[in-house]
């Protein structure tokens, strides 16, 4: 099983910008569709953004345009770049994985259940 592990969390300035990762223990290509979640208290986890291994992305509305994932075949790494934080990005940030054929991502967009691996989360809080 994969392990993974965020990093690249902080507290920011509105309208700042941070670099989420997320390292995983294995290699990533062509097995497994990958996904950054967030979650706030006494809310359910949100579906941020989402990457197949041939790079198809898909966004969640209200970051798209600000939020730009990506993944790094040679370091097993996910990345999560943010532009324009706003204070109601405020949250958890996780890090998920599912093992899937061929790293495809169908019948998984923003479904958390869906999704077996999980990292420790990273606190990402925007001040204004």
């Known amino acids: 099983q994969v392990h993974l592990v965020e990093s690249g969390g902080g507290s920011v300035q509105s309208g700042g910008s941070l670099r989420l990762s997320c390292a995983a223990s294995?290699?990533?290509?062509?097995?497994?569709?990958m996904a950054w979640f967030r979650q706030t208290p006494g809310k359910e986890r949100e579906g941020v953004a989402i990457i197949d291994s041939d790079d198809t992305t898909y966004y969640a509305d209200s970051v798209k345009g600000r939020f730009t994932i990506s993944q790094d075949f040679a370091e097993n790494t996910l990345y999560l770049q943010i532009h324009s934080l706003k204070p109601e990005d405020t949250a958890m940030y996780y890090c998920a994985a599912e093992s899937t054929p061929f790293g495809y991502c169908s019948g998984l967009i923003f479904k958390p259940y869906k999704f077996t691996y999980w990292g420790q989360g990273t606190q990402v809080t925007v001040v204004s």
């Open positions: 294995e290699s990533i290509r062509n097995s497994y569709c």
